[in-house]
C-alpha cells in the first residue's frame, strides 16, 4: 500500500510502470494473507467477507455436542446425587477365624498341639470366597426376601434391585454392597455390608457372618465324617479280632480241661504237697511198726500197700504236672501264655481304636471353626454412601473427557474440510 501510495504522489510515471508497481503491491498482500492462516474462513473474515454455511453448522454442532456431552450430564448428576439419591448405611465388622478342635493321638494322626496356620488361612479364603459367590445368595434368598432390603419403593430406581433380576444380576448388585479385605499378616478380616437402612445394614451383615461360618463349618464336618467311618471301621476289625482269639482260647481250654494255668497250677501242688505229707506219715509209722512187730504182718503188709499207691499217684501228679506229655500242664504252657499274649494284644489295640473312635465323636459334635468377631457388627448413624462431592468430581471428569474429544473431533474436521 506505501508503494502504491508513492505511486499515486509521483504522478509523473508512465502509465505501464504504475500498472506494473500496482500488482506487485496486490501480489504481496495477498501472500501476506495466505501466510498469515491459510483456513479460507479466516481468509473471509479478514477480507471482510460474509461466513459461509457450512461454518455456521459446525458452529451449532460444537455448541449442541458441548451441551449434550457436558452441561446436560452435570446438570443431570447434581441434581440426582443433590435430590434423588438415596442414602447407603454402612456397617462393618472386624473378626478371625479360630478353631476348637483338640488334639487327637499323636502317634495315629500326627498332629500338633495347635491348629496349623496353613489350615486357618484356608478356611479365611474358603470364607471370603464363599461370600463373593452365588451359594450365598442362594442361602440369602432361604433366610431373608433380598428385595425387601433392596428392592423396596423408597429406593430411587437407579439404585434399586430388579424385581425380575436374575442370579448373575443379584451377584453383580451384591458386590456393589459389600466389601472384604484381609491382613496378611494378622489374618485378622474387615467386612462391610451397605444397605438403604442402618438397621437392614446391621442385620445383614450378621446374617452373612452367621451363614459363612456354618458353611466353613459344614466343609470341615464332612473331613471329620470320613474320619469317623475309618474309625468306626477300625473298632469293627479289632472286636472281630478279639473275638477270633477269645475262642481260640476258649477251644485250648476245651480241649485241656483247664480253665486257668495258674489256678491249675496251683491245686495240682496242693494235691502233690498233700500226697507227700501222707507218705511221709506212712513210712514214718510203717519204721515204728516194724520195730514192734515182724515182717510179714498183716498190718505191715496193709501199710505197704497203702504206701505204694500213695507214691503211684504223687507220681502221676507230677508227671501231669511237670511231664514231657503233650497232656501235661507243662505241654499246655505254651499255648496257654501264646492264646493269652495274642489275646492282650488285641484287646489292647481294640482299647487304642475305641479311644480315637471318642475323640473322633466328640470332635464331629463341636463346631470346629468360630468367627471370632473382637468388634460387634455396628449400628451406622449417618449414611457413607454416596459420597456426593467426590462422585460429581468423577461425573465432571468424565462428562469433561468426553465432551473435550468430541468437540475436538469435530473442530478436527472442520479443519481439514476448509
Known amino acids: 500500500m506505501k508503494d502504491h501510495n508513492q505511486i499515486l504522489q509521483q504522478g509523473a510515471l508512465a502509465s505501464s510502470d504504475r500498472r506494473q508497481k500496482m500488482a506487485s503491491a496486490l501480489s504481496a498482500y495477498a501472500r501476506m494473507l495466505t501466510f498469515e492462516n491459510r483456513s479460507r474462513r479466516n481468509l473471509y473474515r479478514l477480507a471482510g467477507l460474509a461466513p459461509r454455511t457450512r461454518d455456521k453448522v459446525f458452529s451449532i454442532l460444537i455448541l449442541v455436542c458441548f451441551a449434550l456431552t457436558f452441561v446436560l450430564p452435570m446438570m ?235 507214691k503211684k499217684q504223687a507220681s502221676e501228679v507230677t508227671e501231669r504236672a511237670a511231664g514231657n506229655g503233650t497232656d501235661s500242664l507243662s505241654g499246655y504252657a505254651t499255648q496257654f501264655e501264646n492264646a493269652q499274649l495274642n489275646l492282650k494284644l488285641g484287646e489292647d489295640r481294640l482299647k487304642s481304636a475305641i479311644s480315637d473312635l471318642e475323640k473322633v465323636k466328640l470332635v464331629s459334635s463341636l463346631q470346629l471353626v468360630y468367627v471370632d468377631n473382637f468388634t460387634q457388627p455396628t449400628l451406622p448413624d449417618s449414611p457413607k454412601y454416596p459420597k456426593v462431592a467426590l462422585s460429581l468430581f468423577f461425573a465432571l471428569l468424565i462428562s469433561g473427557s468426553i465432551a473435550v474429544v468430541t468437540c475436538g473431533l469435530l473442530a478436527l474436521l472442520r479443519k481439514k474440510l476448509d
Request: charge should be neutral; charged fraction near 25%; avoid cysteine.
Open 76 to 310: 443431570a448428576s447434581t441434581a440426582y446425587y443433590a435430590f434423588l439419591v438415596s442414602p447407603q448405611y454402612a456397617s462393618e465388622v472386624r473378626f478371625v477365624l479360630r478353631s476348637s478342635a483338640p488334639m487327637l493321638s499323636r502317634d495315629r494322626y500326627a498332629s500338633s498341639m495347635v491348629e496349623p496356620k496353613a489350615k486357618i488361612v484356608q478356611d479365611t479364603a474358603v470364607l471370603l470366597n464363599y461370600i463373593d459367590s452365588p451359594a450365598l445368595i442362594q442361602e440369602m434368598q432361604g433366610k431373608i426376601s433380598l428385595t425387601d432390603y433392596f428392592g423396596a419403593d423408597s429406593i430411587d430406581r437407579l439404585s434399586r434391585l430388579s424385581v425380575n433380576a436374575n442370579q448373575d444380576q443379584v451377584l453383580k448388585y451384591w458386590r456393589k454392597h459389600y466389601t472384604a479385605s484381609v491382613n496378611p499378616k494378622s489374618g485378622i478380616v474387615e467386612l462391610e455390608v451397605a444397605a438403604y437402612s442402618a438397621k437392614q445394614a446391621r442385620d445383614l451383615l450378621q446374617l452373612v457372618l452367621r451363614l459363612a461360618e456354618m458353611q466353613v463349618n459344614r466343609l470341615s464336618s464332612g473331613m471329620w465324617d470320613d474320619l469317623l467311618r475309618s474309625t468306626q471301621k477300625d473298632v469293627d476289625n479289632a472286636m472281630q479280632e478279639v473275638g477270633d482269639l477269645r475262642g481260640k482260647l476258649r477251644d485250648i481250654q476245651n480241649a485241656s480241661g483247664i480253665f486257668d494255668l495258674g489256678l491249675s497250677a496251683q491245686r495240682l501242688n496242693t494235691v502233690l504237697t498233700g500226697l507227700e505229707g501222707e507218705i511221709a506219715e506212712l513210712e514214718s509209722r510203717r519204721t515204728a511198726l516194724i520195730q514192734t512187730v515182724g515182717q510179714g504182718s498183716p498190718q505191715l503188709a496193709e501199710m505197704e500197700r497203702r504206701l505204694n499207691a500213695l
